[in-house]
Structures are given as C-alpha cells and as structure tokens.
C-alpha cells in the first residue's frame, strides 16, 4: 500500500463533527407575536378615541384649511404687492358681483348697484375692498358690457383663497348678495375666481362620502369572488375599518392642535390611501396565512417563516 493511500485512509477515520445549527427568530417579531393581543386593543383605542374625542376630519380641514395657493408663487406676491402699494387689500382672494338683466340695464340697476356697492364697502370683517366703477361716468363702460345688460363689481376679500377666512369671506358676500332686493329683470351673481375656489371646495368635501362608500363596496364585492368566504372578507374589511378610522383621526388630531393644516384634496388623499393602503395589508396578512395552512402549517406556525407570496417585511401574522 502506497503512502498516499495510507493518508486517505487514515483521513477517512477522523471523525468530522457536525455543527448545530439553531434557527433564532428575530427578537420583533417573536415580541410582536407574544404580545399581539394588546398591540389589538391599543390601536382599536386610538381609533375609538380620535374618533370620539376629536372633530370629524372634514369639520377640521373646513376650520383649519390652508390656502390653494402658494403664497411665495410669482403671481401671488405680485398681486398682493399691488394691493399692499395702493393700500387697498392683502390676499388674492377676488370675486365679482355680476349683474345681468333681461334687457339693458336701467336707473333701477344703476341705484341697486350702488346700494349693494356700499353695503360691500361697510363689512369691514370680510370685504377688503370695493369701487363703484359702475357709478362713475368715465369709469362705468370699463365694467359695462357692450350690450348694455351687464355689469360687475370687483371685491377685494380677506383671507387667501381655499383657506378658513377666504371661504368665509366669500360666505358673507353671497349672503350679502343673496339678502339683496334686485329690481325686476335683474339677477345678481357672485362670480370669480374665489368663488369658484369656495365651490370646488364644498363640491369636494360633498363628493368624499359618496367615494368612499363607493370603494368599499366595489373592494367587498371583489374580495367575496377572490375569497368566497363572508368570514374571511368580514376580517379584511374590519382591518379596512380601523385603518381608514384611525388615520382620519389622527390627521385630524393634528389638525385641530395646529401641528399642520389640511385642504379638501389633502383630505381626499388622505381618505383614497387609507382604503388602499388598510386593504393591501389585510389581503397581505390574509393571503400568507392561507398559503401556510396550504403548505401545511399548524394553526400557530413560526411568526418568521418565508411566504412566496408575500412581500419579505410581510412578517408577522396578527
């Protein structure tokens, strides 16, 4: 036997120990798993307590909305820049009293005109500023149109447009307008940009509800033909649920203490993600544990084993 031969014989009796390999599961998610019943009831008591204890978020974007526009934008601090040099406003909120009539307007529209001009003038809370140019003989055909049968006013109001006092300010002068007595033939408008801003406002927070009533049916209607299970679509939408309640919430919370302010598009926004972000983890959560039962998992698999289908910092199972 050659001495080659003798070594590999002699290599082949050394035992080689095998090493140990022990799985440890990350220090989170064993935590998570052992205390997932309270992380429950801590965060259905958020969403009951911002809920309950603090205005609805479409009360505080209304109380607290900032403005649309961005107060260091060119055209912004160039209209205010204007206004500040002929002290006579300070915000770019604008609208036009317009009145039109049947036929060319009269002396009764011309003294309605004036009437409705200074009782504009002398709400100092909200107007900022007001000219009767339809008074004046060499201003008059500036606001006239060349049919004789319409004419407006322009006012200055307080506040930015799409913030709290702009959407009041525009209130006051519709209420103004509307408290008015035209003559016969004459109707009397509030037309301009802050009043169309007023509008998109109110017609958003109108159209909310209607959105999200509408994607949770169309979410619940889709989840019954995937799962085929009311037990399993009830658990999902419930996630769904807290999810929507406990962001509303807390953005409104942050809201009402002047941490932020909100718009109606932020609050739109806000709404859309909530339903799409809590119905992503729900199928996430639900899916996973549906392929482990599959693949033949207890009732209380691992909390850190791998799932193909779904995303690795899907983790831990409520």
């Known amino acids: ?190 037309a301009g940009q802050g009043a169309l801003t007023a509008d998109t406002i109110v017609v958003g927070d109108a159209s909310l509800a209607k959105m999200t009533i509408i994607t949770i049916i169309i979410i619940a209607i889709m989840l019954i033909f995937v799962y085929r299970s009311i037990g399993t679509v009830l658990l999902t939408m419930v996630i769904l649920f807290v999810g929507l309640a406990t962001g509303r919430g807390v953005v409104a919370l942050l809201g009402e203490t002047g941490i932020m302010g909100l718009s109606t598009f932020a609050v739109n926004l806000l709404t859309a993600l909530a339903i799409a972000a809590g119905t992503d983890y729900a199928i996430f959560m639900v899916g996973r544990y549906q392929e482990g039962r599959a693949r033949g998992w207890t009732a209380k698999p691992p909390t850190t084993t791998p799932s193909p289908g779904s995303p690795r910092w899907c983790w831990v199972r409520v």
């Open 1 to 190: 036997m050659t001495s080659d031969a003798r070594d590999a014989e002699d290599t082949d009796e050394i035992p080689v120990p095998q090493r140990t390999v022990v799985e440890r599961k990350p220090r989170v998610a064993r935590t998570l798993r052992v205390l997932a019943l309270p992380i429950i009831v801590v965060w259905l008591l958020i969403a009951v307590g911002v809920n309950v204890f603090v205005p609805q978020l479409e009360k505080v974007a209304e109380d607290v909305s900032v403005p649309l526009s961005p107060s260091d934008a060119p055209s912004v601090t160039g209209m205010k820049h204007i206004g500040e040099k002929f002290k006579e406003y300070d915000s770019d909120n604008l609208v036009l009293v317009t009145l039109v009539g049947d036929k060319p307007l009269g002396e009764e529209a011309h003294r309605y005109y004036d009437d409705l001009v200074t009782k504009l003038q002398q709400d100092h809370e909200y107007v900022e500023h007001a000219l009767n140019f339809w008074g004046q003989r060499f201003t008059s055909s500036g606001v006239e149109s060349y049919d004789h049968k319409a004419a407006y006013v322009q006012v200055n109001l307080r506040g930015d447009q799409g913030g709290a006092v702009g959407d009041k300010s525009v209130a006051a002068v519709r209420k103004i307008v509307a408290d008015s007595k035209p003559p016969p033939g004459v109707k009397a408008y509030v």
